[in-house]
Every structure is written in C-alpha cells, then in structure tokens.
C-alpha cells in the first residue's frame, strides 16, 4: 500500500520537526560527530532505514572509520572505539529511546549529566527527541533509503 509522503501533506508539520532538527543540527554546543552519532544510534534502535542510511553517510563523511561505524550497535562490546563523550551519548540515547522500559534512571541520568553537564544534556535529549520523532515520521511513511543494490 503506498502512504503519504508526510512533508508533502502536512507542510506546517514538517516546519514544526524542521525547527526542531535544525536547532539540534546547528545550535547546540553538541559536536556534529555525537550529532549523527545520537542520530544514527536512536535511527537503529528504531528500524528506521531511511534516517541509519543518511547518518551512516554523514558519519562518514565527518571522517568515522567504517570499522567503527560497523560497531555502533554493539559499541559497548568495542568500547575503546569510542570516546568518554560517545560512550554517554550512546548510553543515553539507548536509555531514552527505550523510555518505556528504562524510565530515565536516576544512575543513568547521573552518568550523562557526569559528562555533559546539565546545558549540554539537555540539549542531548532534544537531540534524541528529534531523531525519534522523526523515526516514527519515516516508518510510518515508509521512506526509502537511498542505498542501492
């Protein structure tokens, strides 16, 4: 069944998601790496294959190895690929995607609040709010990848 293509019916919508991402792409003290960091992490958690696809690439782009792009879904495994500041960014992600389940713990927020102070974690969290809003804009619309066989 085809579906909408949401930015297309709902253009005050997309304006409303839009702001959002852009303040989080481009006004916070956020590195743009734990950006698409953040970004591609919530995206797999998710099964977005649009939004892993467009951070894959921007990751690379950014200068990530693909040995460590590969590993971001079992980073904790491979911790040493990552630094003090991925490593809390990716557990936090993972802690507020699954809110349903993890409830925001009081030892996982003082971890991330730990490294990124209260500013910056904040600004963390709207990262992550977006991407999963997105997400959810993106499989419910079934958005293609650009990947190509």
């Not at 702001?19 to 698409?36: A, E, K, S």
Request: glycine share 6%; net charge negative; charged share 20%.
């Amino acid at each position: 069944m085809d579906r909408a293509v949401w930015f297309q019916a709902s253009p005050e919508g997309v304006k409303a998601v839009s702001g959002l991402h852009h303040y989080v792409t481009t006004g916070t003290g956020l590195p743009g790496l734990i950006t698409h960091l953040v970004f591609l992490r919530v995206s797999q958690i998710n099964g977005c294959a649009h939004c892993i696809d467009i951070h894959s690439r921007d990751l690379i782009a950014g200068g990530m190895s693909v040995d460590k792009l590969v590993l971001v879904p079992v980073w904790r495994e491979a911790q040493y690929l990552f630094s003090e500041q991925e490593r809390a960014a990716l557990a936090w992600s993972e802690e507020v995607t699954l809110i349903s389940e993890t409830q925001a713990s009081d030892e996982a927020y003082a971890a991330a609040l730990a490294v990124f102070g209260e500013k910056d974690l904040v600004e963390l969290t709207l990262t992550i709010a977006a991407m999963n809003a997105i997400n959810r804009m993106g499989i419910s619309f079934r958005m293609k990848p650009r990947a190509k066989a």
